[in-house]
């Protein structure tokens, strides 16, 4: 998250993108269906043998199989939120409401101002403790989080940890203070690999629908995430 005046930084990510199995996610699931149908085939031979058995077991297994990858979809993934504290935190507020995913724990304006009086040491290692066990890293994108030396960090530090990371445009929640904003510019544009192209050409934006932004977040973000960590390049 961001607040108020933040030390300057010169940021450029060194390390290059890697490429990745566009078919990785479907071949493990598929492989989590299939070594439950062929160990239920085998049970089902030696409870009733012959063809009836083996195709019993099969399908029992089967099913046994796609329950479990329901399952871990369902489960909550943890995620680390980075968001411009002043302008958007009412609408990351609305993000973490939507219950369907696991982010770091809110901080409010007080705490984070006691936070940043302890110096710039302190501000990152908060960053650094709350980030460790999370496996994605959401930039929750209002009109000025480009340009902010803290989200700057965080994107940093997520893409040379192998986290995965996107960004979510949510300039059309509505704030109860301030309504809608305009959109913001991309900020995984701020980062350059070392062949001169963008963090943005390997890191997705997703621009809700601007007639129901929340809804649509609510209903995709967890599909988001998902995609986002199957299909990282760092």
Known sequence: ???????????????????????KLEEHGNGEIFIPAVTGALIGNLVAPGIGGLVAGSLLGGVIGATNIKEKKMAKIPVFYSFHFDNDVMRVQQVRNIGTIEGNSPTT???????????????????????????????????????????????????????????????????????????GKNPFDEFTFSDGRKLSSVVQCYDPNQSNAYQDIANNIANWINHAIANKRN
């Open 109 to 183: 304006p007080n705490e984070w101002e006691k936070l940043k009086r302890t110096g710039e040491s302190a501000v990152k290692n908060w960053i650094d403790n709350n980030m460790k066990y999370k496996r994605c890293v959401i930039v929750l994108i209002g009109s000025d989080t480009y340009g902010r030396p803290w989200i700057k960090y965080e994107i940093e530090k997520a893409w040379n940890d192998g986290k995965a990371l996107l960004g979510v445009y949510i300039h059309n929640l509505k704030c109860p203070r301030n309504g809608i904003c305009r959109k």
């Open 1 to 23: 998250m961001s607040k108020g005046k933040k030390p300057k930084r010169t940021v450029k990510v060194l390390r290059g993108p890697k490429s990745y199995n566009r078919e």
